[in-house]
């Protein structure tokens, strides 16, 4: 089993920063890539970054220059900084995981999520 703990959501004003993290932990061989996802209400859930294993990062147009995806590989953590957050920024933030175990395929594993509000 591997397990994926999100933390680091909240509240904040525009113009402000918050740093997720995501912690994976469990039956972890290797992990392929991790990244976040975001999804607010009435909307379908969309890509914010994501990063393979020592790869470049890849991110949605709406965050680029505000975001930065990075990955800890000793911890088997990944970050995401948000600064200059606005309120479109709102939404419930997923972490996403290709993680290959020490017997069986790769698979897709996925976080709790983590609410991050942009509000005055």
């Known amino acids: 089993q591997v397990q994926l703990v999100e933390s680091g959501g909240g509240l904040v004003q525009p113009g402000g920063s918050l740093r997720l993290s995501c912690a994976a932990s469990g039956n972890i061989f290797s992990i392929y890539a991790m990244g976040w996802y975001r999804q607010a209400p009435g909307k379908f859930r969309e890509l914010v970054a994501n990063?393979?294993?020592?790869?470049?990062?890849n991110y949605a147009d709406s965050v680029k220059g505000r975001f930065t995806i990075s990955i800890d590989t000793v911890k088997n953590t990944a970050y995401l900084q948000m600064n200059s957050l606005k309120p479109e920024d709102t939404a419930v933030y997923y972490c996403?995981?290709?993680?290959?175990?020490?017997?069986?395929?790769?698979?897709?594993?996925w976080g709790q999520g983590t609410q991050v509000t942009v509000s005055s």
């Open positions: 990063m393979p294993s020592g790869g470049p990062a």
């Open positions: 996403n995981a290709v993680i290959a175990p020490y017997s069986g395929d790769p698979d897709t594993y």
